[in-house]
Nanobody
Framework: QVQLVESGGGLVQAGGSLSLSCAAS????????AAWFRQAPGEEREFVAA??????NTYYRDSVKGRFTIWRGENTVSLEMNSLASEDTAVYSC??????????????????WGQGTQVTVSS
């Protein structure tokens, strides 16, 4: 079992930056790949970024490439978000699971989820 707790959300102006962090506990976090997903009001949850266990390779949705960076520590996974735009407004959740590169974008493949943190970008 892995428990995940996000922090770092908030309100930021368009063009600004925010950094999200997710603290893991309860199991050996390095056994799992980790990812960030987001869900805007009235929208489906969507993949944002993932970092794969062992290889540490990273993957991003096209709309955040070059603006967002995912990285992980021993028991954390973080998301640095730059050049934020109103369309980035959503609840951001971290997730962990034994996923690989080819299935890391599907939320159904993740076993553990945090409670989410709100990111609001004002224009």
């Amino acid at each position: 079992q892995v428990q995940l707790v996000e922090s770092g959300g908030g309100l930021v102006q368009a063009g600004g930056s925010l950094s999200l962090s997710c603290a893991a506990s309860g199991a050996t976090f390095s056994r799992y790949s980790a990812a960030w997903f987001r869900q805007a009001p009235g929208e489906e949850r969507e993949f944002v970024a993932a970092i794969i266990r062992n290889s540490r390779n990273t993957y991003y949705r096209d709309s955040v490439k070059g603006r967002f960076t995912i990285w992980r520590g021993e028991n954390t996974v973080s998301l640095e978000m730059n050049s934020l735009a109103s369309e980035d407004t959503a609840v951001y959740s971290c997730a962990a699971g034994t996923v690989s590169a080819w299935d890391c974008t599907d939320a159904n493949n993740y076993d553990y989820w945090g409670q989410g943190t709100q990111v609001t970008v004002s224009s």
